[in-house]
Structure formats: structure tokens, C-alpha cells
């Protein structure tokens, strides 16, 4: 079964009206993943829940199940944000965003991303999101300082 999160954080956005802008938009996909996330329904994500959620991507990414996620293969995935980037005419923006973010999970620069690299980026981002130090996520925490939340949010930021 591919990525249950890719799954349901794109059915989170063929559910946004049209009319919603990018930001309510992008917190629907984010709080969707959230959820999906939050096994335990305690309304926080601990490290083993953001590390099984990301590897549910992973695994959902990995199309020849070489355990490595290729550039082709993470770029060929959908985020849950692919549409609304498109429709707003930012699909170069949000290309560079996810850019971003395959560099900051391939670690040693290769070209791929493999399990040590994505279990380890992943404590790294939740280390950096959780802002109280409780070693969970709530909510906020995951939509304001969780790096592919933010990396994300910030590509789909309305323009002045």
C-alpha cells in the first residue's frame, strides 16, 4: 500500500473549495497530516509517530522499493499541494520549495534520500518545531516550525 499520508493529505486538498486561499489551504493539508499523524489521538505527535508518518511517505515515495528515495522519485510525489500551487501560477516556487526540502533530507548530498537520512532529518525538524520542549509536536508547533510545514507554507505565501 503506497504513502496512507500522501493519500489522505491530497484527498484533504480535492476537498478545499476552490475559492479558499492559499493559506487556509495549506493548513487543511497540514492539519489533515497532523491527524493522520496522531495515532494516539492526544492531539500531539511524539518522535515514534512523526518518524512512522514519515515513513509512510517514504515508503510511499520509493516507486522501485530500492529503500531509497531517488530526486525523480520525491519530485514525482505529491505533497497535498501540488494543485494549489499550480493554480495559483506558483508551481516554480513550490518546485523550488520541495528543492529545499530533498536537500535538507539528503544529508550526505547524493542524490538520494535513504531510512538514516529520513529518520534523521525527521528528529532534527521535530527538534526544531518543538518550541516548549516536551518532545511532542502540537499543533502549532507542527504547522509553525516543523521544516516542511514551514518550507511549504512559505512557498504558497501570498506574494505583496
Known amino acids: 500500500m503506497k504513502s496512507k499520508i500522501l493519500s489522505v493529505a491530497a ?7 476552490t475559492f ?5 489551504a495549506g493548513r487543511d493539508v497540514i492539519q489533515t497530516t497532523f491527524e493522520s499523524a496522531d495515532t494516539s489521538k492526544d492531539g500531539k505527535i511524539d518522535v515514534a509517530e512523526l518518524t512512522q508518518m514519515a515513513g509512510s511517505i517514504f515508503f510511499g515515495m ?7 528515495v531517488s530526486e525523480e522519485e520525491f519530485f514525482g510525489s505529491d ?13 516554480d516556487i513550490f518546485g523550488a520549495a520541495k528543492r529545499i526540502l530533498f536537500a535538507l533530507r539528503d544529508r550526505n548530498q547524493d542524490g538520494f534520500i535513504n531510512q538514516t537520512e529520513l529518520e534523521r532529518s525527521t528528529q532534527d525538524f521535530m527538534r526544531h518545531a518543538d518550541l ?4 511532542t509536536l502540537s499543533t502549532k508547533e507542527y504547522e509553525q516550525g516543523y521544516v516542511p510545514s514551514l518550507v511549504f507554507r512559505a512557498a504558497l505565501a501570498p506574494r505583496a
Open 20 to 24: 479558499m486561499n492559499a493559506q487556509e
Open 132 to 135: 516548549d520542549g516536551d518532545e
Open 79 to 91: 505533497f497535498g499541494l501540488e494543485r494549489l500551487a499550480t493554480e495559483r501560477d506558483e508551481a
Open 11 to 17: 484527498l484533504a486538498l480535492l476537498t478545499v473549495p
Open 62 to 68: 520509493d516507486y522501485d522499493q530500492d529503500n531509497t
